[in-house]
């Protein structure tokens, strides 16, 4: 059974800084895509960062470009994503997401999701 689990989510103040980790489990998921997304209240969930194994490359959101980086440790089957510079607008549920062969933007195609962790971000 597949599962994905998120931690490292909590209340931290504009212009800090957070690492999200998402352990996976019940398969080998060296040549997954791994992503993250977000879901603010009242608001739907939307594209934050994927690794597409597949092409080898990391792909991130215009919004946390430059301030966001996800990397993978294949051996230990987990994610990662550290995020600097936060701004009260990154405030939302992240959510850690795989799947075996799609890697883009859209959230409705990925198979695995881990349960979420809650970012705030105080100004």
Do not use: H, I
Request: aromatic share 14%.
């Amino acid at each position: 059974q597949v599962q994905l689990v998120e931690s490292g989510g909590g209340l931290v103040q504009a212009g800090g800084s957070l690492r999200l980790t998402c352990a996976a489990s019940g398969q080998t998921f060296t040549t997954y895509a791994m992503g993250w997304f977000r879901q603010a209240p009242g608001k739907e969930r939307e594209f934050v960062a994927v690794s597409a194994w597949s092409r080898g490359k990391t792909y991130y959101a215009d919004s946390v470009e430059g301030r966001f980086t996800l990397s993978r440790d294949n051996a230990k089957n987990t994610v990662y994503l550290q995020m600097n510079t936060l701004k009260p607008e990154d405030t939302a549920v992240y959510f850690c997401a795989a799947d075996p062969g799609f890697w883009g933007w859209d959230s409705s195609r990925y198979n695995y999701w881990g349960q979420g962790t809650q970012v705030t971000v105080s100004s």
